[in-house]
């Protein structure tokens, strides 16, 4: 699936013309007024010149990251490239090792029934079950889930495209475990697990987000 920017937003484009927006603009576009005003006040706390640098370093680390986990999955033998990514590149480690029988590494998955698209980052077997795993970064451990912010959803949301596109076809089975991996520096990674009842409890969260993204947001 390509992906296309409309009015500064990210969709894919789908089979027939069908134009689906990511899950990750869904989301932006919809965030709470709570949340809106949390970073509002961050922004303002630390200022907008080092909220901006913070904003992109964690930008570079997270790609910086996805780039070393997708070669090691796809075979080769990456190294960081820098010291500053090195300690979340060895945060991971003890979850890759856990990994077998991997099915998709950043790869782009429609669902067309609930319309929309998001870039998955990986299907594979973790401890021998069948799950789907994002992966992120971040400077000390996040302890709670509400600390993740929407990321649950986003989680949702791309378990709900992989179950509605490929049905059975990647295990014989639909996914219903997934983690949310937390690469942290000088330290094993934070690992949040959802179940299928998790899953399900955010899953509706998420459409709550896409009804409101399509009825009043896309308007």
Request: glycine share 6%; hydrophobic share 40%.
């Amino acid at each position: 699936m390509k992906s296309t920017y409309i009015n500064g937003r990210c969709y894919y484009q789908g089979n027939g013309g069908v134009v689906l927006p990511a899950v990750t603009t869904v989301l932006k576009a919809t965030q709470p007024p709570e949340s809106l005003a949390a970073l509002c006040h961050w922004r303002n706390k630390v200022g907008d010149a080092e909220a901006n640098r913070i904003a992109a370093n964690s930008r570079r680390r997270g790609n910086a990251l996805h780039q070393l986990i997708k070669e090691y999955l796809q075979g080769y033998s990456p190294k960081p490239d820098n010291s500053l990514i090195q300690p979340y590149w060895d945060s991971v480690q003890s979850v890759l090792n856990q990994l077998s029988d991997v099915q998709l590494v950043e790869e782009a998955v429609p669902n067309y029934k609930e319309l929309y698209a998001g870039k998955v980052d990986l299907v594979a077997r973790y401890q021998g079950v069948p799950h789907l795993i994002e992966w992120t970064t971040a400077e000390e451990a996040k302890l709670r889930i509400d600390k993740l912010y929407d990321k649950p959803l986003q989680l949702a949301a791309y378990c709900g495209a992989i179950n509605r596109y490929y049905s059975d076809r990647l295990f014989n089975c639909k996914i219903n475990h997934a983690l949310i991996v937390v690469a942290l520096p000088g330290e094993k990674a934070e690992i949040f697990e959802f179940d299928r009842a998790r899953l399900i409890h955010v899953w509706h969260q998420w459409l709550n987000r896409l009804n409101f993204f399509f009825s009043a947001v896309a308007a």
